[in-house]
């Protein structure tokens, strides 16, 4: 039973450009969070979806950046004409549902911005 | 607003020993607490949780000890091993708000063999 995939492991991409992340829950899983982890500080909240719907997007910059977990296919997490302040970890977790129930995280794509 | 905190950035603790860390939250609607372990350029692994309706939850060389009159939470390993040297994120979220996971900032553990 794979875990929660993400991909791409590293990103690079030049200011102004754009970075588009994947995670794949695990299997049986259709709850999915995001959490971004600037340099030398905790995991901050950022989006919580469900299939086809984005439940709580408290934690995302208002403007740049976009989430979605489409019916079929992985959850993406879209950020538009990426500033250096972008670089940072971003992190994926999935549960079974909401609840006593612990997310599982993936290994974390790691964005630089140039 | 820190609403989670963990007020020892660092701990260094002897191979075979008890390693206690420690976590407070000011936001009395938490009711569901984690603790992760992080390796670097990985992701978090979680190691136990517990609700607020107990006071310590156990799993293996793993006890956590909730405090809610304190607000404060408490992980503990005994023995710690080489293989524990990391950094242990605190988590806590308020289960019928879709358990969004607030985030201390982390403590780094390192066990001396």
């Known amino acids: 039973n794979a875990g929660v995939m993400q991909n791409p492991r590293h990103l690079v991409r030049r200011r102004g450009q754009e970075a588009r992340l994947r995670c794949s829950p695990m299997?049986?899983?259709?709850?999915v969070y995001w959490y971004r982890q600037l340099p030398e500080e905790g995991l901050k909240f950022m989006v919580y979806l469900q299939k086809e719907n984005i439940i709580d997007e408290s934690g995302m910059p208002k403007e740049r950046f976009s989430a979605e977990f489409p019916k079929e296919g992985p959850s993406i997490l879209r950020i538009q004409q990426v500033v250096r302040g972008d670089s940072a970890a971003y992190f994926c977790?999935?549960?079974?549902?909401?609840?006593?129930?612990?997310?599982?995280f993936g290994p974390g794509t790691r964005l630089t911005v140039t | 607003d820190q609403q989670v905190k963990q007020n020892s950035p660092s701990l260094s603790v002897q191979e075979g020993r008890i390693s206690i860390l420690n976590c407070d939250y000011t936001?009395?609607?938490?009711?569901?607490f984690l603790w992760y372990k992080k390796y670097p350029a990985e992701g978090p692994t979680f190691l136990i949780s517990?609700?607020?309706?107990?006071d310590k939850n156990e799993d293996g060389r793993f006890t956590v000890f909730l405090n809610k009159s304190a607000k404060h939470l408490s992980l503990h390993i005994v023995p710690s091993q080489p293989g524990d040297s990391a950094v242990y994120f605190c988590?806590?979220?308020?289960?019928?708000?879709?358990?969004?996971?607030?985030f201390g900032g982390g403590t780094r553990v390192l066990v001396k063999p």
């Open positions: 988590a806590a979220s308020v289960v019928a708000a879709g358990n969004k996971l607030t």
């Open positions: 299997k049986g899983h259709s709850h």
């Open positions: 977790a999935s549960s079974t549902g909401t609840g006593l129930y612990e997310q599982y």
């Open positions: 517990i609700s607020s309706i107990k």
């Open positions: 936001n009395s609607m938490f009711d569901y």
